[in-house]
């Protein structure tokens, strides 16, 4: 149990275009999801978190505007690179927990996105 | 503030030879403390959690024991394999709001 998967896998867009990325929990109810940006050879930088039915709560230094994302669903996140330059391009990972807070809340990733912007 | 701090890598072993990828966090409030593995290509899966002090998490012949005295969460293994190649990060999850902060992420290589 604990699947997440993401939706596409790898994606190409030309610059100024807009990039739907999804996540979905597969076999579980996910209160809360993350996003993720890994740049190549690095760790993992937290972009926001969001929790079903709310808006979500970026990181400092992330753009809101830039990287919408929507949890309509316990089993769906959206994150929407809106206007894309070459500079966004990267491997964004989502992750889900069951709950929304609590020490020792496992989060389980998805296999991530490559995003390539032309 | 929260942080982790991981090993640079790459680390380069031979099979079956003992593995040790140190791990130490900062951290305000009471975090729980994970070990994921990332295979080329594909994303994190947990490898391992303690959620609390002297815990000890253990899985597929890896350990790692929740140190707060050290702060410390390092990631041994007694025999590798070459399946066992991959990107290993320690990671810290606050009390509230279930924050991750992960390390830079630790590339093993094991060699035949």
């Known amino acids: 149990g604990a699947v997440v998967s993401q939706h596409p896998s790898r994606v190409i867009c030309k610059s100024g275009t807009s990039v739907k990325i999804e996540c979905r929990s597969l076999?579980?109810?996910?209160?809360?999801m993350f996003w993720y940006r890994q740049f190549p050879k690095q760790s993992l930088m937290l972009m926001a978190t969001?929790?079903?039915?709310?808006?979500?709560?970026?990181e400092q230094g992330v753009e809101k505007d830039k990287f919408l994302i929507n949890h309509a669903s316990l089993t769906l996140s959206t994150l929407t690179v809106t206007s894309a330059h070459p500079e966004d391009s990267s491997f964004y990972i989502c992750?889900?927990?069951?709950?929304?807070?609590?020490?020792?809340?496992?989060?389980?990733f998805g296999p991530g996105t490559r995003l390539t912007v032309l | 503030g929260n942080s982790v701090t991981q090993m640079e890598g790459p680390v380069t072993l031979s099979e079956e030879a003992f593995l040790t990828i140190n791990c130490t966090y900062t951290?305000?409030?009471?975090?729980?403390l994970f070990w994921y593995v990332q295979y080329p290509g594909e994303g994190l899966q947990l490898l391992l959690k303690?959620?609390?002090?002297?815990d000890k998490g253990s899985n597929k012949g890896f350990e790692a024991t929740y140190r707060k005295e050290t702060t410390s969460f390092h990631l041994e293994k007694g025999s590798v394999q070459v399946s066992d190649s991959a990107v290993y990060f320690c990671?810290?999850?606050?009390?509230?709001?279930?924050?991750?902060?992960f390390g830079s992420g630790t590339k093993l290589n094991v060699k035949p």
């Open positions: 969001s929790n079903e039915g709310s808006k979500a709560t970026y």
């Open positions: 076999d579980f109810q996910a209160t809360t």
């Open positions: 303690a959620t609390k002090a002297d």
């Open positions: 992750s889900a927990s069951r709950t929304s807070g609590g020490a020792g809340d496992t989060q389980y």
């Open positions: 990671a810290l999850g606050t009390y509230n709001f279930n924050k991750f902060y």
């Open positions: 951290a305000t409030g009471y975090p729980s």
